[in-house]
């Protein structure tokens, strides 16, 4: 029982190639200290990423509908630590992508010289959290791969280091600090109930078999959901994000919503596949996932309503939003987890489209954004875009397939309170999504074009995530089976 | 295919007419040329009429209910064809010269000639929905003539309240028809006959056996008695519309804001008398129905008593002849509520057609005698009759066939009919043959007084003689041989196309009687004077006024239609809607406070959600499992 | 291979003049908007003529197909949508509504169009979702931005609660959808009708049942979720009402025939009672807000709502009749709104605005052509045999009148009753707008003439008048193609 | 032998007096003392588990070194933090508002 | 009553009184001194519960790491010695998080209690077994932990330096 787990490297490489990125960086900060003020750090890091993308999509694509296993104890035991299928993959590549396109958004920080080595090493060491616990089956990788992605990204926050930046860090600190304890609670109440120290169907279901551990387990479940929650922007556990959204720079909150935001959907699936997997009638489980699905979608939508600052609209965007990525999972299926998976992406592919939009445009307020569209067509065109995916109106179809998608299982499962809070959000997300298209679209561009931010090398980057990400929309919109195919 | 090209040719009359309306020339061609094809195919059609013809229609594929779209031609709807189309030839041929100035006869022409069509539709018409299709089409019609003049504001009053009218009527008429139709599953005018009819040699058998009445209407599969009487009763009341009879009759008296061949047509042929041959087609089931025919007797008599004395005392002469278009109507439709069963409504229809043809001549005439005179009142029209010979004989053989003057000319010939076949229904005792047949004979002496009223106030001597020029000689030849028809028409009861008695001498005597006594009524004040102004001077403003009827109607129908209307109106922005606008108006609300509660983005408040929700959703969770 | 490209062309040419071809200036995009929509028409003749359809798996995980097809409920729509695209995209030679630019404006009827054909042609039932939405976007432009400029904050106001409402419903026929899906495992809407949700228990065609007549009564509407409409139509270009009355509710009595009346037929019986006493108000409600509306546009919106509750009634009589009579008054609906729209918009471009109140000259005076067609719309709208709008309402009546065998009689014959006064209704506000706008019944006008139609208009309004007539002379035809398929919805086990 | 009610009180206990502390504390550092709690709870609760022999890869003791050094490096990163809080705003208080219109 | 209960009961009395006392007071020094003592009660609780290696290092970071770092963040953001009455809380606050706490401890006490159904030879696991484990099977997690101890270092020194007084920050 003492062996050490055999490791298969190239199943590893999503994990690894932002980690080996973080070595790099950091050796090559301290080797070259003066260098282009550590210019040279984010496209290195850009391209670690690009090539774990890679590897997580190749994995997704080429594995077929195999789950590909690694870091797997020896003959009697046979567990493994780092399991890995389709959806698991395309969710990595997705956190990769996401974490990439944050990088390229990452211009407005505070140009100090060192900082740009050191936003890109933390950046890396966030993502490479973010890919592990998507794969990670045990407690104890779940944990420290879950921490590793969170750490960092509060530095980050804090790093932009204007007084604004350090309060909405310390918003982001003090809640992570109170979910994380509660994070290990949750696990040491699992730990308790299951007697196992991963995440296994079978002893989730022997554990929901005794009446004592099952309440155990419910409890555990909650703080773990609760720990979750607070990475997801689940109401009641949202309260940071439209602080530190607003105040950080525009990449760490792409970064935020977007790649932390699929790693937390992963980490929430690695849980709630376990008990998926136990076949567990659970009403108890459904009120814990309801509950915070149906107030983020409820408190989401409408104060999103009503903000005029982009970000902050944005924010509140992202916190209902994350309420429909735990719509499906209210019916603890197997196409829920699917669901699940596919709304988070696509919702983070159309929020980082419309991040870098206002990237580009340099907009404060909804009304810097009128008249957009005849402006600049690639940034109005491309926000248009995401504002119709995250609405879910065509021609944003995979907007709203994936709604249709999450609509379903609890449909199935007959969750009616669920979905009729679907049905509100769907209508009232139309209105604040349609608030701000109603604004690109208007005629009167007379108001000068808010002067765009940062150097020229980020508005390339900009533009290439505004054309790469519009056009994954459109071909995912075109051919919605393409993204469900990877995740099957 | 006679029949579908009875109907075919005016209404390609009316589509050419409105394509061609801009040259008058040709408007007029179409319009009198296609005119009197429809009146040589209709007496063709009559003449070759043996027995009942039915021509298959295209029917229609609409589900359960079978819509075959047939027409029927008999003797009887041919000469009723006949009828109808020669009136509205000699309307045609009258409008060329009465409107020859008017900018819109074509669109007149047109209308007319359409009109024409869907009276004949209903005439041949062998399938209740092609019936509401010619009835429908003619209260539009009607709309549209009566409003012609449209620059004045009484005449498009006048049109907006004949449709109004009648479409309210038509409710009830829509109503029956769709129940009688929804009983036999067809709108074929055989098939609804059949199930409706009671089957009374089934039933007499089942009594004779001993029977009870209830088990034998059960075992012969009788219909529902009362659910046929209020079938045909909302038939009655569309008819009663159409052919305004109390408590619809008002719009009638105002449609004559229309032109005068406009009128004329109205009156004599079509629109009016269109109820009495919708009732005779539906006589075998609506004889059955005592309620029914109760109702539509009651109705008549009043009304036919009621709109003669008010066509007594009208001071125009237009307006008394449309009050006698009332009454008369309400005659035929008498014969039809008190035929026995066995004689069938054919008394009526014979009236009807007589009337068809006395009518016009009066209407077109007394249109010329008034363009003449140069109004319609009776001071203007006084000794207007004078204006042309056949004015003055037209006048005397219309108002003495509107009298009922018996055998002389066709009027009479066909109030005797309608006498005798009320006599033979107060007989059998099972209808309101009593009450018609008193309602008629009253109705007969007044009647005969406002005809010498009329006379006597046309023919009247004055100084300054009114003159006729310029009127061409084919309009003379269409009132002499309307006054050749009056005379002589009546000679259509020997072709047998109409199945009526005999007339006993006895009636002829009594109705000559009844006569004389409303002409010496009428003759009280001297051959010189206006009968009305002598006889009725205080009720003539009342009658005027048609009895304060249209206050009625604005009172009791209009007014609160429209504050009922203002209600909703408002309860639809105001409540249905508000509930839209409060929904908006709660989310922003919501939008307002959550936006509120997070503006001091406290980090002790965040943990302190965080705390509270996960306490609260764990005490939840382990609440639910337990 | 001929219906993908049905639905891909103006898809398609709709799509690039929203987006590349934006700045394409006025008069080629006129043209090659025309050409699309002619081409479209000749396309949807030869699929009707040919049947051509198309199936490939779109979502197989959710057992979704690309399934596109016609039979004889689609096929009257879809040669009536192809047919009104083609009008509204020649309309524009005589309105161009400004606010945008001209191509995107054809672009987005342009878009319309397609979602509509998609709709009517789809097999699938959440594919009939996702075309149903497709058209929420274009019309949501064409009211928000193209509408009445006379004030922005009405406009923008018309335009959201039109797409928000719409929402609501079509959410709402999702979640029946999707239940419906999850409980017959199928959304094939062939293999749902042929099973006449046989497979589903009482509770569950109940819930599903009611969850597809919510949803989809918004989009008809029926009463009383009807608000929508008077703005949108207020606020909408000429073409945009059009579209809107001609189509886009169509779209949701089709969707009430093809879902719940088909697929789960006992729950639409225990639901009819409700529908029919929704429609019956709505006939009757609609024609007495006709009676003091001061709008003319508003007026008309509310005949319409009258006039779809006659379909409405039709459909919850649950006879073949009536699916026979709602199926004929909706395409009847179609041409005689579109031909009010047109004018009433024509009008409303010449007057400035249509408030009943403001003394204008009689277009029977001033303008004889543009007053008989208004005069034709509103005898049709009144239901004057002849025209298109009696059969439909005859039969709907005729059906209440007899419903089928499950349903309470005296409540059906109540609502014939009542659809029949709301019939006389109609004839008093189809005369009352006769009389003011046609036959001069008003004050002395100020202005002194109406220019007459010409042009392209004259064509179109044409066009409209020949439906109108042809439908209302013919009803054979149009009741003879959908018989068959009536008679497979209505037959089922 | 051990009973096993004195680890799972105490840890309730700890866990119960941790989020007190959290939810009763303004400053900032001192929220850290409830953490310290909290998790001090959850690590009885863990080797509890160990002690009772249901367990796997001694979980029971190698997740509490987990959770330790990942608190530590935690407390590091709050501490850095707070100190940045403190020398931009001049105060840890966890009840004050934000500066709205700093945002920009 | 065993004597393994009886230690356990002192030490953990220990944890409670010195959690209390941490929790409640008002000189923010001695709330971390107080943290000290709470945190060696559950030293010794661990101890008695066989982890030795566990109650040894939770000694050593925490109370030789941890605790001293906080009492330097005290001191840095000037903290008094004295009672702290810039941060106190009104009454109902200290009720509501006392109710808060007690509800949590509520909570967890009565689905933990039930499963305590008496007494259980204690597990013996020697550090040998757990070393073996860690570096054995955990060995991914503690790699990752090492990434984690990296970054939360590069990111604090980061972020707690002074900005360059020429700096631009936005």
Redesign the interface.
Known sequence: MSDLVTIDWPVLAPALAPAAGVVVVLVGDAALPRRGGGRWALPVAAVVLLLGALAAAAAAVGAGAQTLRTLCLPAPDGACLWTAGPRTSTLQAGILLAAAAALALLHDGRPRPRDRAVSATLLLAATTGGVAVAAASDLGSWLVALELATVPAVALVALRGSRAAAHGALTLLVTSLVSFALLVLGAALWLTATGDATFSADTVALAWADPQRRAVLVLAVTLLVAGLGFKLSLVPFHAWTPQAYATTDLGTAVFLAAASKLAAVAALLVPVAAIVGAGLDAPALVVLLGVPAVASLGLGTVVALRQTDPVRLLAWSTIAQAGWIVVPLTALDAPALRAAAAYALVYAAATTVAFAAVARTGARTLEDHRGLLRRDPLAGGALGLALLVLAGLPPGVVGLVVKVLALAPPVNAGVWPVVAAGVVAVVVGIAVYLRWFTVLLSGSGDRPAASPAGPVVSQRATRVVLVVGSAGLVLASALPTLLLDLLS | MTPWLLVGLPVAAAVLGVALRRNDLLARAVAVGLGAATLLVAVLAWALADGSAVSAGPGLRAGELAVPLDLVLDPTRGALAAVVALVALAVQVYSTWYLETDDRYGQFAATVSLFTGAMLLVVVSADLLLTVVGWEVMGWCSYLLIGHWSRRAAARRAALKAFLVTRVADIGFVLGIIGLAAGAGSTSLSAVLAPWRRPTACIDAALADGALAGEALTACGAPDGALRATLLVLVVVGILGKSAQVPFQDWLADAMEGPTPASALIHAATMVAAGTVVLAALFPVFADSPAARWFLGVAVAVTMLLAALLAFAQTDLKRMLAWSTVSQVAVMLSAVAAAPPADGADAGLLHLWSHALFKSLLFLAIGWAALAAGGTAAMALRGSAAAAPVLRTGFLVGFLSLAGVPLVVVGGLSKEHVLVTAWDGAVQADGPGVLVLVALVLTAAVTAAYSTRGYLVLTAHVRQQPTATGVPAVVHGVLWVLVLLTVFGSLVVLTGSFAVHQVSALWMLLSVLVIGVGVAVALRGGFDRDPAQVLARRFVPVADAGLGVDLLYRRVVATPVLRLARLVAFVDTEVVDAYVRGSAVATRAAGWAGARLHRAERPSAAVGLVLTGVVLLGALGVLAWS | MVMSLLLALPGAVG?WLV?GGRGLPVRPARWVAAATAAATLVLAVVVVALGSSVDR??????GMRWSFGLDGISVPLVLLTATIGLLVAAHAWAEMPT??SPATFLGCLLLVEA?ALATFAARDA?LF??AF??V??PM??LV??YGDDHDPRAR?DAA??F???T??GS??M??GI??L??RAGTSDLRALADGAGGALGGGTQLAVAALLVLGLAVKVPV??F???LPPAHTTAPTAGSVLLAAVLLKMGTYGLVRLPVATVPDGFTRLAPVLAVAGTVGIV?GA??C???RDLKRLIAYSSVAHMGFVVLALASG???????ALYANVAHGAVSALLFVVVGGLKQRWGSVDLTVPRP?L??TSPRLGFVLLLGL?ASL????LAG??GE??A???A??PAPERSRALFVAC??AA??G???A??YA?RVA?IVW???RPDPEVATTPDTSGVERVVLGVLAVAVVGLGV???VL??TT?DA??RI?GGP | MIHLLGPYLLASALVGLGVAGIAARRNAVLLLVGIELVLSGSLVLLVATQAAGADRWAAGSVLPLFVITIAAAEVVVALAVVLLVFRLRGTIDLDAPSAREDVS | MTALDTAFAASGVLAVVGGLLAVTTRHVVHAALWLVVALLGVAGSLLVLGAELVALVLVLVYVGAVVVLVLFALMLTRAPIGPDLAHAVGPWRAVGAGLLGLATAGLLASVLVPLADGSVSRAEISTDQVAEQLFGTWVWPFELLSLLLLAALVGALTVARRPDPGGTAS
Request: charged share 10%; no cysteine.
């Open positions: 799509l987006t798996p779109w979502l197989p995980e959710l606010g945008g979602g959440v979702f996702v939405e497709v929420l976007v949501w432009l928000g931005r923008a959201h609660r797409v928000l409402y929402a609501v959410t709402t999702l979640l999707l239940l899906l999850a009463f009383p009807h608000t929508w409600w007495l807000v009676l003091v509306e006879s073949e009749t009536g699916l026979q009579a009689a029977r005076e005898a239901g004057l045999p002849g009696f059969w005859f039969l009546v005729y059906a009148w007899d014939a009753v029949a006064v019939a006389a209704l004839a008093a005369l009389g036959a001069g019944d013919a009803p054979m009741l003879g018989a009536v008679a209505g």
